[in-house]
Structures are given as structure tokens and as C-alpha cells.
């Protein structure tokens, strides 16, 4: 490995993708993840109102990148709203969006184009040379479904989304039946499912499979060293949602982080095949992914739902990736 | 006077054809583009009749923007009279001029964020469905500081509805685009069926059309010679509405019509999908507040209109005694 702190740590040649994402406290840990991961190429991180309005994980977006010692990745702004519905803000991330986690200024600005036309030119460029790309969704779905309705001729550009959000045998997390991307923009989720893109889906049912035990946290940190090792500290620090009636024990769920590793090691997950539906006009069940497991609708089933993680290997994995930027600053 | 910046955002359309040409022909309005929605007819339809509806109007150089094929959620409705499609060739005559690069949403979304930068403001005149119009203020919240106001023909209040029986045909297209245009705090002014029937367009109008606004007067009378007429049952009187043309008249000459302030809403599912409701009483403060057209005045509205459209009968004479 390179002891430049600047060098990439993913090489070309490895699955371009791009991380559409609300930071956000487990999108701040799925980026790093990622950045530190040379099988993926990350081609660019988007951003989206979610979980803090749309300045902020911009801004947090071209920090994270900055501490995972890529200021070379393009970051672009995306949409400001939901497309129908008012922004209703995550509970879990804090003003900042990071929880406790202060960075450096960044050094960058947010520069034009907008996250919609950056994807139609890497679409564009994806369809010209036959290399579709991959799309990591870790918040609201508000980009893809607007690129969806603008330029739905780019599809074919679009290898798969893989995305986190929803809830299924699992209850809501936000409400009773929905889970916070999802029911942060259900007309959004409504398009992107409704699409006929093939999709992983990674809901409540898989998440909540990988908790942040003080255990799991304490094997992660072991290994951790320089500003990445300490910011994931304070983020694993805040993450405890202390509520081992709903989750069966301390810590919280890795809900982000997990997409990522399924693109590095799609054998630690098994999934089930089946049509997704996602309900936008009830009162009660707004945001709800309702899957097909049977067949019922006789639509084509179109999404990979994440049923079973392994969640040792994949604490194991997020632990090894991680630690890589210690050692790089270490030597 | 400096005209006014507008962007048009149509679907056409018979009655947005003669929106377009009254746009064209009046100098208060600087027409930025036509940006071309599915909606009366699928989406390569309308964007082939907004060009030759700017070819036919002697302003070729207009660009005309591709909107969206589709509404957001709601499943595709086309217009009652979508088996028009492309206008006919022997009518309006076909054009060789292609539509500029890009998509409608983006486009609109460029121009406010430009226009908010440089303090211009900008209006829109919607005459087809919102899709476009609410993924532009989707993407960026300087879109709606950008927006002056969106002048949009649409709704139906004692009127009830022209494509369902509790819906008028632009809000039942995509009244999800529309709830979302509703709740984006932009001004909106709004042209309902009950406004739009208070002006018939008749056959005196149709024969001023035909003998004194040139290619452009004649094409469009035959256009509406397809066009929901003669529905004495429902309008109590011979002709037909103009819906469209409304919107475009109100950005010229706002003093034809009679305005009141309401709290403006739209239903988004169900069997009343795209039924609008307003409260004219809504206490001050209430959102989202919109102004709807109640009334307006017919005589000045049909001299205004075939005022301006004489201009394309003018040129051509003018053309043609150069030419003698």
C-alpha cells in the first residue's frame, strides 16, 4: 500500500460506483467503508435532504471524504425536498447531521452541476463504453427518481441500485410500518421500485441483523488508529440506541455500512427474490415496502432482499477496511 | 417597458397552440423556451407540435425543450382528444427543427437559478401537467427564488370536471406534480374550468382567425374546429373554451380577470384523483395560498387575443408586398 496519505486506495479497473447518501452518522462509516475498499471505484458521492437538510450532507459529505484522504473524490448536491411530500429530518444524527463528530473545515466547496446531471453524464459515459454503474442509495431516493422521470432513456446505464431502506417482516423504524428513507420520500421509492432496475434491497430485516454490540464496537476500535480511527469512535459512540428490548441487545443497527458490504462480500448475505411495492397514499402505512414474496400481483419479481447477514463477518470485514487507514498513516 | 421573462411548459394541444402563438405575438412577454410535457397526447407528440407550432409562427430559433414521458406516480391519462397525436401535416405544416438538447426539468431549473442570481425574476405558464414543473423545484431550493410566479390553467371548483367527473384534465395527469407545485410556496395564479368556460370561442371568432391572422390564424381555427365545441348542455352556449390561451392572456393583460386569494389543494389518490378544493375564507396565515381566477372579461379577452394573433396576418401581407 501507498504511504501517501493522498493516494486512492481503490484502483481503476474495479466496479465503478457511485454513493447517493444523506451523511448522516452510519453514511459517514458506509463512505469510509467504501473509499477504503480498492475493489470499488467510487465515481462520486451524491447528496440528498434525509436525515439533515441538503447543505449540510453536502457539506459533511466533502468532510468525510476529506478524512478518508480523498479530497479527489467529486461530491455533488442533489435535492433540497421530497418530491411530494415535506421534509420530516432523521432523529438520530444530531444538528450537524455527524452526531458529536467535529471535522475539519472542509477545503472544498459544493460546485455545479447538480447530483441529476452529474448521474446523466456518467450514465451517458457508462452507456458509450457498455460499463454500467452501480448506485449505493443510503438515503431518500429523491435523485434517482427525478433522474428517473428526466432520463429514464439511461437506464441500461444502471448495472444495479443497491439500497437501504425499508422494512418488510421487520416493523417500521420511524413509524409503525415504515422505515426512515423510504417513508422520507415514498413517491421517490415508489418510482425507483416501479423502475424494473434490478435492486438489493437492504431493509430493517437485514440491519437489524448487524448491531453495533459494545463487543461487536470494541473488536471494530481495536484495530482503529489516526482522525478516521477516532472519528469512527465518536460515531460507534453515539450510534448506541440502548435499546435492547427493540433489538435484542445494546448498540445500534449498521444500516448504511451493510450496502457496501454487500458490493465487497455478497456471501456474508442471503437474499430472496420477490416484487417490491411501496405504499405512498395511506395514512397508516405511508412509506411501507411491501414486498411479493408469493407471486399475488403477478409482476415480475425484480429486487434481491436481503433475508440473512452474516453479522461477525461482516463486523470482521468493516473492522479490517477501516483499520487500513491507520496503517497507512502509520507507514 | 421590458417584457416579461416566461417560460412556457405545455402539452400540445389545441388550445396550447394558440397559448404559444398568443405568446409569440405579444412583446410584454420574452418567451425563453417551450418546454413540451405528456399530457393531451404522449410526450414525442407534444414536442413535435410546440416546433411546429414555433415554425409556424415565424420564430423557429425558440428552443423547445423534451419534458417528461410520464407523470410521477400516477398512472399515464392522455386527453379526450389524444387521437390527434402529431397535428396534421396539411394543417400545421411539418418542420425540419429539432429540439434542443436536455431535458424540460432541467432546463427550467437552470433558468430560475439564473434568474434568482442575476435578481430577474421569471414567470411560468403551465398549460399541461406539472410533472416538470415540480421536479424543478425538487432539485434545488433556489428553483422557487428564481420563480416570480406560475400561471397555471388547471382545477375545477363548482365546475367539477372536464376528463373525470371530479377532475380536470391537467391536475388528474400528474396531481402529485400538482400537490407538490401547491405546497413549493411559489405563486401561483390558477386558471380553473370554471373560469375557462366564461370565455367561448366562437364561430365569428373563428372566421376573424381565418380572414385576418394569416397561416398561423388559419391553422389554429382549424385546430379547433377538432376541439370540444358545441356542448350547449354544458356551456349554455354555442363554442368552445380556450382553456390554455388564458394563462398567457393573464401574464399580458392581468386586469381581464378577477382574482381571489385561497388556500388551494389537490387530492392525489383514489376516484377523485385530481379534484382540486379551495377555501376563499381560510384564515390569514394559512398556506399554501394561491390566487384563482373567477372571472373574466370575455369581450376584451377575444380582442386581445385576435389583436395580437392579426400580427402573423400583418407579416405575411407585409412579406408578400416586399416580395411584389
Not at chain 1, 417500521?172 to 415504515?178: E, H, I, K, P, V
Request: glycine share 10%; charged share 20%; net charge negative.
Amino acid at each position: 500500500m501507498s504511504a501517501s496519505p493522498s493516494a486512492p486506495l481503490s484502483s481503476p479497473g474495479s466496479r465503478p460506483i457511485v454513493i447517493d447518501c444523506d451523511p448522516g452518522v452510519d453514511d459517514a462509516i458506509a463512505i469510509l467503508l467504501a473509499l477504503a475498499s480498492p475493489e470499488l471505484d467510487v465515481r462520486g458521492i451524491t447528496t440528498v435532504a434525509g436525515n439533515v437538510g441538503v447543505e449540510r450532507t453536502s457539506r459533511n459529505a466533502l468532510q468525510i471524504a476529506e478524512l478518508a484522504g480523498r479530497p479527489d473524490i467529486p461530491v455533488f448536491a442533489g435535492c433540497h425536498r421530497p418530491l411530494v411530500v415535506a421534509p420530516i429530518g432523521g432523529q438520530f444524527h444530531g444538528e450537524s447531521g455527524l452526531g458529536p463528530l467535529m471535522l475539519p473545515e472542509p477545503s472544498r466547496q459544493i460546485q455545479p452541476p447538480h447530483a441529476v446531471s452529474f448521474f446523466i453524464e456518467i450514465l451517458e459515459d457508462a452507456l458509450a463504453r457498455t460499463r454500467p454503474i452501480t448506485l449505493c442509495t443510503l438515503g431518500p431516493m429523491t435523485n434517482i427518481a427525478v433522474l428517473l422521470r428526466v432520463r429514464p432513456d439511461l437506464i441500461p446505464g444502471i448495472e444495479r441500485i443497491l439500497s437501504m431502506g425499508g422494512a418488510y417482516v421487520e416493523a417500521g423504524n420511524r413509524t409503525m410500518t415504515s422505515e426512515f428513507n423510504i417513508l422520507a420520500d415514498p413517491h421517490a421509492a415508489s418510482i425507483v421500485f416501479s423502475s424494473g432496475i434490478a435492486i438489493t434491497s437492504l431493509a430493517l430485516d437485514a440491519t437489524h441483523q448487524a448491531m453495533a454490540t459494545p463487543e461487536r464496537a470494541a473488536a471494530v476500535q481495536q484495530g482503529l488508529g489516526g482522525p478516521v480511527g477516532a472519528a469512527v469512535k465518536t460515531l460507534l459512540a453515539h450510534w448506541d440506541r440502548n435499546d435492547p428490548r427493540r433489538y435484542g441487545s445494546r448498540g445500534g443497527p449498521m444500516h448504511d455500512p451493510l450496502v457496501i458490504a454487500a458490493l465487497l462480500r455478497p456471501e456474508l448475505f442471503e437474499t430472496r427474490k420477490a416484487r417490491v411495492f411501496v405504499e405512498h397514499s395511506s395514512a397508516l402505512c405511508l412509506g411501507q415496502t411491501v414486498a411479493d414474496w408469493y407471486g399475488k400481483s403477478g409482476e415480475t419479481p425484480n429486487v434481491d432482499i436481503v433475508t440473512r447477514v452474516d453479522a461477525d463477518g461482516f463486523f470482521a470485514l468493516l473492522g479490517e477496511r477501516l483499520a487500513r487507514y491507520g496503517l497507512r498513516e502509520a507507514s | 417597458m421590458t417584457a416579461r421573462s416566461v417560460i412556457l411548459d405545455a402539452d400540445p394541444g389545441v388550445d396550447d397552440m394558440g397559448a404559444i402563438l398568443l405568446a409569440l405575438a405579444s412583446p410584454e412577454l420574452d418567451v425563453e423556451a417551450v418546454c413540451a410535457v405528456a399530457g393531451n397526447v404522449p410526450v414525442e407528440a407534444t414536442v413535435r407540435n410546440a416546433l411546429k407550432t414555433v415554425a409556424l409562427a415565424g420564430q423557429p430559433g425558440i428552443p423547445v425543450l423534451r419534458g417528461s414521458a410520464r407523470p410521477l406516480v400516477a398512472e399515464q391519462v392522455l386527453g379526450k382528444h389524444a387521437a390527434v397525436g402529431v397535428f396534421p401535416d396539411d394543417i400545421v405544416p411539418p418542420t425540419e427543427i429539432d429540439p434542443q438538447s436536455g431535458s424540460a426539468a432541467l432546463f427550467i431549473a437552470e433558468r430560475a437559478i439564473v434568474a434568482a442570481r442575476d435578481g430577474r425574476r421569471l414567470s411560468i405558464c403551465a398549460s399541461g401537467p406539472l410533472t416538470d414543473i415540480a421536479l424543478a423545484l425538487t432539485m434545488d431550493a433556489r428553483v422557487a427564488r428564481g420563480i416570480e410566479r406560475i400561471a397555471i390553467m388547471g382545477g375545477a371548483f363548482t365546475a367539477l370536471g372536464n376528463r373525470r367527473p371530479f377532475a380536470e384534465f391537467n391536475m388528474l395527469a400528474d396531481p402529485h406534480a400538482a400537490a407538490s407545485v401547491f405546497a413549493s410556496g411559489v405563486a401561483v395564479t390558477l386558471f380553473p374550468l370554471d373560469v375557462t368556460q366564461q370565455a367561448l370561442l366562437q364561430d365569428h371568432h373563428l372566421a376573424t382567425l381565418r380572414a385576418s391572422c394569416g397561416a398561423a390564424g388559419k391553422a389554429l381555427a382549424a385546430m379547433f374546429e377538432f376541439s370540444d365545441r358545441g356542448n350547449l348542455a354544458r356551456y349554455g352556449r354555442p363554442g368552445g373554451p380556450i382553456h390554455d390561451i388564458m394563462p398567457v392572456a393573464f401574464l399580458i393583460a392581468p386586469d381581464l380577470f378577477t382574482l381571489r386569494p385561497a388556500v388551494l389543494g389537490i387530492e392525489t389518490g383514489g376516484s377523485t384523483a385530481g379534484h382540486t378544493f379551495a377555501d376563499f375564507d381560510a384564515p390569514a396565515g394559512d398556506v399554501p395560498v394561491a390566487e384563482i381566477a373567477v372571472a373574466v372579461d370575455e369581450e376584451r379577452l377575444f380582442a386581445l387575443l385576435l389583436g395580437r394573433l392579426s400580427a402573423y396576418g400583418e407579416r405575411e401581407k407585409a412579406q408578400s408586398e416586399t416580395r411584389s
